[in-house]
């Protein structure tokens, strides 16, 4: 069974630094694009970053370019997103999700999901 | 707001028909496959529609998806209690160079 863990989350302050960690198991990591979704409070969905299945091609959504840096350790199973200089409006519950294919692409969608980490940002 | 447009709810009776839109542009609907998720309160969102049209394994033919030009639709029959979830269309941006999503759509069964 495909299984996707988050985990990292935590109340931080504006400014402060957070890592994010996503263990994967059950399907062939390096074979996958991997990526981090979020929703804030009350609010839909939103990419955040993807990377493909050899780190070669990664990308930002704009909201957290310059800050949020995306990785991947295929010896580990583990995916992670290192989240520097935090927001208030970067408080939402942080998804991991696989991609259908190596390369994140038009014709990829995202499956499964795990259940997610909160992060909190507040003084 | 979200790239992607979606009406924020819709609801139905058992055994109904709903659908839910979803509007775009020419750089992700309109020249890009359209996905849906159906995301249940505090469980992970699933693929519910793949590449506008196609169901994944164990996903009922209740479910349909459709696309034309820079629109998209869910297609819900037969509506059951258990469809009550939040849904969410998404494509490949092309001017973003990733993917987008609508805001999502509650579904409420009445």
């Known amino acids: 069974e495909v299984q996707l863990v988050e985990s990292g989350g935590g109340l931080v302050q504006p400014g402060r630094s957070l890592r994010l960690s996503c263990a994967a198991s059950?399907?062939?990591?390096?074979?996958?694009?991997m990526h981090w979704v979020r929703q804030a409070p009350g609010k839909g969905l939103e990419w955040v970053s993807g990377?493909?299945?050899?780190?070669?091609?990664?990308g930002y959504a704009d909201s957290v370019k310059g800050r949020f840096t995306i990785s991947r350790d295929n010896a580990k199973n583990s995916l992670y997103l290192q989240m520097n200089s935090l927001r208030a409006e970067d408080t939402a519950l942080y998804y991991c999700?696989?991609?259908?294919?190596?390369?994140?692409?038009?014709?990829?969608?995202?499956?499964?999901w795990g259940q997610g980490t909160l992060v909190t940002v507040s003084s | 707001q979200s790239v992607l447009t979606q009406p924020p709810s819709a609801s139905g009776t058992p055994g109904q028909r709903v659908t839910i839109s979803c509007s775009g542009s020419?750089?992700?609907?309109?020249?890009?496959?359209v996905y849906w998720y159906q995301h249940l309160p505090g469980t992970a969102p699933k693929v519910l529609i793949y590449?506008?049209?196609q169901r994944p394994s164990g996903v009922p033919d209740r479910f349909s998806g459709s696309k034309s030009g820079t629109s998209a639709s869910l297609a819900i029959s037969g509506l059951r209690s258990e469809d009550e979830a939040d849904y969410y269309c998404?494509?490949?941006?092309?001017?973003?160079?990733?993917?987008?999503f609508g805001g999502g759509t509650k579904l409420t069964v009445l």
């Open positions: 590449k506008n049209t």
């Open positions: 020419s750089s992700n609907i309109g020249s890009n496959y």
């Open positions: 999700a696989k991609d259908s294919r190596a390369i994140a692409a038009a014709v990829s969608w995202f499956d499964p």
């Open positions: 998404a494509a490949w941006d092309d001017s973003l160079s990733g993917p987008v």
């Open positions: 059950g399907f062939t990591f390096d074979d996958y694009a």
């Open positions: 990377i493909s299945w050899n780190s070669g091609r990664i």
